[in-house]
């Protein structure tokens, strides 16, 4: 048994470092992406981390009150002694939360095409949709 135990907290320990070195990895190919791709200016890279650090408290905050109230609905929806009022209360805040959310991303990308330019833009966009589609690619 204390075999067990130490193998899944190794695994546990190395599959963690995994993915913070992903993290990283991504991290620093967006960065090269911003730098090379877009060929953004110091000034403008400046502009875009001052928007992205301005609004990165509120996002989290957003995306653990998503979380938080997801959760809720799920269990809700399992419920078989809850009404049908009271499943679409549920419905209800968890569509509120998410609309505030989505409408705080889109502010960001607003706030940061601002700072490109046209090319820019529609570069950054080709790269979010070949994003996407591999993300996509990976869940399957």
């Known amino acids: 048994m204390k075999w067990l135990t130490v193998l899944f907290l190794t695994l546990s320990l190395t599959s963690g470092s995994f993915a913070a070195k992903d993290m990283e990895k991504?991290?620093?190919?967006?960065?090269?992406f911003f730098k090379e791709e877009l060929k953004l200016s110091d000034e403008q890279l400046a502009?875009?981390?001052?928007?992205?650090?301005?609004?990165?408290?509120?996002?989290?905050?957003?995306?653990?009150?998503?979380?938080?109230v997801k959760e809720d609905f799920k269990a809700a929806m399992k419920n078989p002694n809850l009404s049908n009022n009271d499943l679409s209360a549920k419905f209800e805040e968890f569509q509120k939360v998410r609309d505030e959310a989505q409408s705080k991303r889109f502010e960001m990308m607003l706030a940061m095409r601002s700072v490109m330019t046209?090319?820019?833009?529609?570069?950054?966009?080709?790269?979010?949709?070949?994003?996407?589609?591999?993300?996509r690619s990976t869940k399957q």
Request: net charge positive.
């Open 26 to 32: 991504s991290s620093s190919a967006k960065k090269a």
């Open 47 to 68: 502009k875009i981390r001052e928007i992205r650090s301005a609004r990165k408290a509120e996002v989290i905050a957003l995306k653990q009150r998503l979380k938080v």
């Open 118 to 135: 046209p090319e820019q833009i529609g570069k950054f966009q080709a790269w979010k949709e070949q994003h996407r589609l591999q993300k």
